[in-house]
């Protein structure tokens, strides 16, 4: 469904002197550099896919997804999406896809978001019961009833988020581009969010590409994260065989029926936390389900849970391992099922 080939964008950035002298000099001076926003990505997604775009602030997410739905021309390579070349911006390819971002807002602030949805009606030339079908579809899940009249500007964010998210996706695009689509909101808001991507992704079969900043959004809804810094892609594949290979240990958590001492837990492993009848044990991967039993067994336990470590600090490592290896970062921490 999306095939991208070596895409790259350079912006080119004019850098002004303070003060009005400064803009004068710059501007007989033009001096340009160029940023190197996105540096050659490739990969391809299957029709249905949720993938999950991760990387740090200024890594290239919110470019690349801007070329793909063609608001940027790429300086370089290419990207296929359905047939079509974003940049075109054919009014099928249109269409066919949106773009949502948390930072941007696309309704209308000073009246209703029921009158962008008629507008929005009206360019994608959805006819009337289609729209009706559909509005029916989303107040189902995202409860819309009541917020719909009211003025956009007078919306909570959360509020605003659904309608946002139900005006681009009224045309029932087959390709979704979500670029932050929970930012700034509270987790019961940003469950629903997410809980409402799933659905929509399971009822259309909609491919998905979505960026966050919580990787909550991205371990719940995808398996697969393209993993990009500085513009390049350091891993793309299965999140869970990620954590596999890249975190050799587990946490084991454990509530106590009486305080023990930290001599007597270390004997089971390295201790993360141990705070009166709580403690947190990371243990080696391939034995923690010997050192669980021998806790079991052993000690006065009222409770023990197995946990992966922090997805943040896993992605941390990936970044790590970018930024020590001077080769090319693909083969050494691409997962190979074993
Ligand atoms: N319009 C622009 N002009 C110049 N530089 C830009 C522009 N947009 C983004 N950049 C730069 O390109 C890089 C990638 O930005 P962006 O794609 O927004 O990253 P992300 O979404 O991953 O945070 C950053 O260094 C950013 O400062
Ligand atoms: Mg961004």
């Known amino acids: 469904m999306i095939t991208v080939r070596d895409l790259q964008k350079h912006y080119q950035v004019h850098d002004k002197e303070p003060g009005f002298i400064g803009s004068l000099r710059s501007f007989i001076h033009r001096k340009t550099r160029t940023v190197r926003a996105v540096e050659g990505v490739s990969f391809h997604i299957a029709t249905g896919e949720m993938v999950g775009f ?7 997410k919110t ?19 359905a047939g079509f070349t974003p940049r075109e911006r054919h009014s099928d390819f249109l269409k066919m896809i949106t773009l949502v971002m948390g930072q941007k807002q696309q309704l209308i602030w000073d009246l209703p978001a029921l009158d962008s949805f008629r507008v929005n009606q009206a360019i994608y030339e959805i006819p009337d019961d289609e729209y009706r079908q559909t509005m029916h579809e989303f107040n189902e899940i995202l409860e819309l009833d009541g917020i719909l009249k009211k003025q956009v500007r007078k919306l909570s964010l959360g509020e605003r988020m659904k309608c946002e998210l139900a005006a681009a996706l009224l045309h029932r695009p ?4 979500l670029d932050e689509p929970t930012i700034g909101l ?26 966050s900043h919580y990787m909550a959004d991205v371990t719940a809804l995808c398996q697969r994260i393209i993993v990009i ?23 084991i958590r454990i509530e106590l ?23 947190e044990l990371r243990v080696p ?49 691409e997962v190979v099922p074993s």
């Not at 810094?229 to 946490?251: C, H, M, R, Y």
């Not at 029926?257 to 403690?279: C, K, M, N, S, V």
């Not at 669980?292 to 896993?314: G, H, K, N, R």
């Open 54 to 60: 991760l990387g740090p602030n200024g890594a290239g």
């Open 63 to 81: 470019t690349t997804l801007k070329m793909l739905s063609g608001l940027l021309h790429p300086t370089n390579g290419h990207a296929d999406i």
């Open 174 to 177: 087959k390709i979704l581009f």
């Open 186 to 211: 509270d987790v019961n808001m940003q469950v629903r969010i997410r809980g409402f991507v799933a659905e929509y992704n399971r009822r259309f079969n909609a491919t998905i590409i979505l960026t």
């Open 229 to 251: 810094d500085k513009g390049q892609i350091v891993f793309d594949g299965n999140l869970s065989l990620l954590i596999e290979q890249i975190a050799p240990s587990k946490i």
């Open 257 to 279: 029926a009486h305080p023990i001492t930290d001599a007597q837990l270390r004997y089971f492993g390295e201790i993360h936390t141990h705070d009166g009848l709580r403690a």
């Open 285 to 333: 991967r391939a034995t923690t389900s010997t050192i669980a039993a021998q806790l079991l067994t052993e000690l006065p336990i009222a409770d023990v849970t197995i946990e992966d470590p922090p997805i943040e600090e896993v992605i941390g490592q990936v970044f790590a391992r970018h930024h020590t290896e001077t080769t090319p970062v693909l083969e050494p921490i």
